[in-house]
């Protein structure tokens, strides 16, 4: 099992900052990519950003220039430094992880609880 841990949601006005953490622990033999989604009431899970282990980034162009991913391998650890936030950018942010198990080396791809983002206008 692999479990992703989140923090650093929460309330923020417009245009202000937020970052959020995952810390991804368990049975790890390596992660390939982390990245964060997120969903807003009535709409489908995107893609906000993704790091591979070589530090290789995706945007999602809505944030692309607002938003940095970057991430810890010695600690499984992403981050994603959100500014200039706006109300559209409120929804629950999803951490994901895929990888491969240590031991018997088989993939996984594992998602945390997800964490609350809310800009107010």
């Known amino acids: 099992q692999v479990q992703l841990v989140e923090s650093g949601g929460g309330l923020v006005q417009f245009g202000g900052s937020l970052r959020l953490s995952c810390a991804a622990s368990?049975?790890?033999?390596?992660?390939?990519?982390m990245g964060w989604y997120r969903q807003a009431p009535g709409k489908q899970r995107a893609l906000v950003a993704s790091i591979t282990s070589g530090g290789t980034t995706n945007y999602a162009d809505s944030v692309k220039g607002r938003f940095t991913i970057s991430r810890d391998n010695a600690k499984n650890t992403v981050y994603l430094q959100m500014n200039s936030l706006k109300p559209e950018d409120t929804a629950v942010y999803y951490c994901n992880a895929v990888g491969r198990y240590s031991g018997t080396i088989r993939p996984f791809d594992s998602w945390g609880q997800g964490t609350q983002v809310t800009v107010s206008p």
């Open positions: 368990g049975s790890i033999f390596r992660i390939n990519s």
